[in-house]
């Protein structure tokens, strides 16, 4: 079973895509994003220096770009991809480039956004003066009691020693002057205390627009950073995509989910190292690649070629499915087990699972084809559920 994933802020560095722009057809495909995205992300990711690409609004764009051409590199035809991912994700500002790859939005639609989100957020950050740190090793719970005291935010968790502190200068000046025991601190060259507070004015200038995007639902599993969930809505990732700037990436439930579906490889797209590194050292037994250069393409289409299935959320227009947004026991909900019709927005039921009851919702409604579960079956993250008979008024419309 194969994911694919996409790297966050911080995974860029200076020149890292001059070797992928020596292919004529990569660089006609990235001037062409660049020019949606109204900036020379050609200079940014080969003549400018660190300090130029740290800028939040020009390392979002020019690591989705990336992301999206180098994909197609993978998959010329990208219909072939949705015969062998089984999931899709991506750490940070990487899941616009996983809900393109999912085909929630288009390609042209996530340049738009992540150049909006950069901006945004480049300017939400010189508000206040703001940062975050790494922090690395220590126990766990000590370790995120510590950055609650100090009145810092647990930004990103991205699994077993290592969470991410963000806040203020002040705070962040706290927490090293007295850190958790056996834990080392590596302040991060951002600029601002992403997914925190700091950010809620991104949050909604991004909604704003965000309004008039249409979107579709997603052709294969799309997990999210909110809480590791398989999203099966894309109206519902469009509002997750858009809050999440000011909430903490669990990276850490992710990577659960990806094990409850039985991945057997991760890919990671450019550049990459940050998320396979991680998986390395989680996921214990599952086979990584980092795409790290053009000439390792012919090695990714291997790769893909042995861990991929067919995994497609058929979005046929004859039927739609609901599924499992994680693993658990399915308890149908019991004005939706005996009907025939159902309105948008009904409750089909919930997963419960140890820790957690989670709702879902038939979000399109629509006529009761099947139920292709049975009440108090274990249930696992993107499991089809229901297949509905759309109604005659579904459409694919943008946030409401």
């Not at 126990?139 to 810092?152: M, N, Q, S, T």
């Not at 705070?171 to 850190?179: I, K």
């Not at 820790?355 to 079956?377: C, Y």
Request: net charge negative.
């Amino acid at each position: 079973m194969l994911v694919i994933v996409a790297p966050g802020q911080g995974a860029q560095s200076p020149g890292f895509l001059t070797p992928w722009l020596e292919d004529p057809e990569f660089r006609n495909r990235f001037e062409w994003l660049s020019t949606v995205a109204s900036l020379d992300l050609v200079h940014y990711g080969t003549e400018a220096d660190a300090d130029e690409i740290r800028r939040t609004d020009i390392a979002q764009p020019l690591l989705v770009a990336t992301g999206l051409v180098a994909a197609l590199g993978i998959f010329p035809h990208p219909t072939d991809a949705f015969g062998k991912v089984s999931a899709v994700a991506g750490h940070s500002v990487g899941e616009l480039t996983a809900a393109a790859g999912a085909r929630v939005i288009t390609a042209e639609q996530a340049m738009v956004l992540v150049r909006e989100r950069g901006r945004a957020m480049a300017e939400a950050a010189a508000v206040t003066a703001t940062g975050m740190t790494a922090v690395l090793g220590g126990d766990r719970d000590e370790v995120l009691a510590v950055i609650e005291k100090h009145g810092l935010t647990a930004a990103n968790d991205n699994g077993p020693g290592q969470v991410v502190a963000a806040g203020t200068l002040e705070q962040l000046q706290a927490l090293a002057d007295e850190p958790p025991e056996k834990a080392r601190l590596m302040p991060l060259s951002v600029a601002g205390a992403f997914h925190t507070h700091h950010m809620e004015p991104a949050v909604g200038h991004l909604a704003s627009l965000a309004r008039s995007v249409s979107v579709h639902d997603p052709r294969t599993r799309f997990v999210s950073n909110r809480d590791g969930q398989v999203v099966h809505d894309g109206r519902d990732v469009l509002r997750r995509l858009v809050g999440q700037i000011a909430s903490p990436v669990r990276w850490d439930l992710c990577m659960d989910t990806f094990e409850d579906l039985g991945v057997t490889g991760i890919l990671e797209m450019p550049p990459a190292g940050t998320l396979t590194g991680i998986a390395k050292r989680a996921l214990k037994g599952v086979e990584t690649f980092a795409l790290k250069g053009p000439e390792l393409l012919d090695e990714a289409r291997a790769f893909c070629d042995k861990h991929g299935e067919f995994a497609e959320i058929d979005s046929s227009p004859t039927w739609r499915m609901v599924v499992s947004p994680a693993k658990g026991t399915f308890h149908i909900d019991p004005e939706a087990a005996d009907v025939e019709q159902l309105p948008s927005g009904s409750l089909l039921g919930e997963v419960a699972s140890r820790s957690d009851r989670i709702p879902v919702t038939a979000a399109h409604g629509g006529t009761v084809v099947e139920w292709l579960i049975e009440d108090g079956d274990p249930v696992s993250p993107g499991q089809p559920l229901i297949r509905l008979h759309p109604q005659t008024s579904d459409s694919q419309g943008g946030m409401s």
